[in-house]
């Protein structure tokens, strides 16, 4: 928990600052991420941020709802929820792994989207490089099940010299020089 929790909270501020920075006429614009525009993507993240704290709290996986605007709030909850020390004990009954596991789904899926919604709106972003490490090492581990279940599109080849996280981007399908 107490390596996680900084990851977590400054990659929940840089995807937060990402939302807040989305104008209205973008919403519709095109992402990384071949099945959301930014209206999508963002809606996607609310639904993370809702869904990882009932997560915590050992509850179900929640279904989507419709888009609400409010997904930096919803990353407060969810901070609030893991910062609770059960939160990162025992296995979760809804995904079937480890609560850190778990919590390490919640962090990757902040770096990449939070990447995916820069690009799309011309937003600067840089990731913690922490983040990235721990989102790469997770991510080697889990790739095969999240091709399984969809999560993940077919690798894109970057060099191995790459930086991390050109490396983490190529390895779950998406490529690292895509433009709008």
């Keep these: 928990m107490e390596d996680m929790m900084p990851l977590m909270t400054r990659s929940s501020e840089l995807t937060s600052d ?4 989305v104008r209205e006429e973008q919403l519709g614009l095109s992402t990384p991420c071949a099945k959301f525009d930014v ?3 963002i809606n996607h993240l609310e639904w993370v941020a809702e869904m990882f704290v009932s997560l915590a709290a050992k509850g179900p996986r929640t279904e989507q ?18 910062s609770r020390p059960e939160a990162w004990e025992g296995t979760s009954p809804a995904m079937g792994m480890p609560m850190p596991m778990v919590a390490h789904l919640y962090l990757a899926d902040l770096v990449v989207h939070g990447w995916d919604l820069a690009r799309a ?3 600067a972003y840089e990731p913690m490089p922490e983040a990235v490490v721990e989102s790469l090492a997770f991510t080697e581990q889990m790739v095969d ?7 993940f599109g077919p690798p894109v080849e970057v060099p191995d010299d790459a930086p991390a996280f050109d490396r983490l981007l190529g390895l779950i399908g998406r490529d690292p020089a895509w433009k709008p």
């Design 18 to 21: 990402l939302v807040r920075g």
């Design 39 to 41: 209206r999508d993507l």
């Design 65 to 82: 709802g419709p888009y609400a605007g409010d997904f930096p709030e919803r990353a407060g909850r969810t901070l609030a929820a893991w």
């Design 121 to 123: 709106t011309g937003q």
């Design 145 to 151: 099940m999240g091709r399984e279940l969809g999560a």
